[in-house]
Structures are given as structure tokens and as C-alpha cells.
Nanobody, 124 residues
Framework: QVQLEESGGGLVQPGGSLRLSCAAS????????LGWFRQAPGKERDFVAA????????YYADSVKGRFTISRDNAKNTVYLQMNSLKAEDTAVYCCAAATSFGKVVYNMGMDYWGKGTLVTVSS
């Protein structure tokens, strides 16, 4: 069993930056691929970024490529999402999730665990 808890959301101006964290409790955190997803008001949940269990490979949605960076620290049981050059369209609830394979995260197929999310609002 893995519990995920996000933090770091808030209000930021367009062009600003935020760093989200997702802390995990429970065993075998380092064996899971991890991802960040987001859901804007009235829209479906979308994939944002994924990282392999070792942290050696990452993958991003086209909409955030070059602006967002996913990373993880297995010693701290934490995954991060550094978000730069934020836009109004990045406004959403951001959730982290864990799955037994990288492919499951990238294609949002059968995630094993979800966090509850943290709200990011980009507005002037």
C-alpha cells in the first residue's frame, strides 16, 4: 500500500514558477513509476509528466514540454514537479499517481495509487 500526498500548490502570476511535491508513505516507493496529472475545471484529467522507478527516464505532455520538469528522490520517497513559465491554461488540480510500469503512467492506464491533489491557479 502506498499513500500519496501532494503539496506546493497555490496562486501564481503568469510567467511565474511553482514546485509541487508528492510525498509517499508505505513500502516499495522506489519500485513504482510515478506521474503527474491535472484536471482543469469542467475538463477531463490529463497526463502531464512521468518518471521511471529509477528516475532515469522522463516523458512529458507536449503542452508542458520545456517548461515543466519531473524528478524524484527515492531516499525521501518524494516526487517533484518544477513548473516554470506558467500560463493561465495551466490552472488545474494537480495529482500525483503511482503505477507498476512506466507505460501505465504515460498512457494513464490502471494507476495503482492516486493522491488527492493540490490546486494551482495561474492568474494576475
Amino acid at each position: 500500500q502506498v499513500q500519496l500526498e501532494e503539496s506546493g500548490g497555490g496562486l501564481v502570476q503568469p510567467g511565474g514558477s511553482l514546485r509541487l511535491s508528492c510525498a509517499a508513505s508505505g513500502r516499495t516507493f522506489s519500485s513504482y513509476a510515478l506521474g503527474w496529472f491535472r484536471q482543469a475545471p469542467g475538463k477531463e484529467r490529463d497526463f502531464v509528466a512521468a518518471i521511471t522507478s529509477s528516475g532515469g527516464h522522463t516523458y512529458y505532455a507536449d503542452s508542458v514540454k520545456g517548461r515543466f520538469t519531473i524528478s524524484r528522490d527515492n531516499a525521501k520517497n518524494t516526487v517533484y514537479l518544477q513548473m516554470n513559465s506558467l500560463k493561465a491554461e495551466d490552472t488545474a488540480v494537480y495529482c500525483c499517481a503511482a503505477a507498476t510500469s512506466f507505460g501505465k503512467v504515460v498512457y494513464n492506464m490502471g494507476m495503482d495509487y492516486w493522491g488527492k491533489g493540490t490546486l494551482v491557479t495561474v492568474s494576475s
